[in-house]
């Protein structure tokens, strides 16, 4: 007797026409890919959407890596606009990644896993952060 994981299933099912919506019962994540400029600096962006958080992995568009990594919730009182985060990789107290996904989790109040690993000065931060503001409204239902 052959076994078949759900994934042999779900691929059956598509190949042969079957009832795809099925697959949105078992792949509750979405992931979405983009290239950013923000002045002179192109950078990547990496999302990954999932049910009540999202996760973003911001990189230089040549060089991928994983130097912090922070998480950021929406308070559980409906009448304070803060955020709770922490830094989850890389280094300690308040680093870039803890500050942008507080931001986001107040702004679209959600759950946020953040890993910001550009070097941003004080000329390229506001321009990074408008341009990602900016895409995300422009493309909400891949993030919220």
Do not use: C, W
Not at 67 to 73: G, H, S
Not at 83 to 89: D, F
């Amino acid at each position: 007797m052959e076994t078949m994981t759900k994934m042999e299933s779900l691929k059956d099912q598509q190949e042969g026409g079957g009832d795809v919506s099925k697959l949105d019962s078992f792949s509750p994540f979405t992931s979405h890919t983009a290239n950013l400029e923000a002045g002179q600096t192109n950078f990547t962006l990496r999302v990954l959407k999932m049910n009540g958080s999202t996760m973003l992995f911001l990189n230089a568009k040549d060089m991928e890596i994983l130097d912090e990594l922070a998480v950021a919730m929406p308070s559980r009182n409906p009448g304070q606009s803060q955020a709770v985060s922490s830094t989850i990789i890389g280094g300690h107290g308040q680093t870039d990644s803890s500050v942008l996904a507080a931001k986001l989790s107040r702004r679209y109040n959600r759950q946020f896993y953040v890993s910001l690993n550009l070097k941003l000065d004080r000329l390229v931060g506001p321009l990074f952060e408008k341009a990602l503001i900016t895409y995300i409204n422009d493309h909400l239902e891949k993030f919220a």
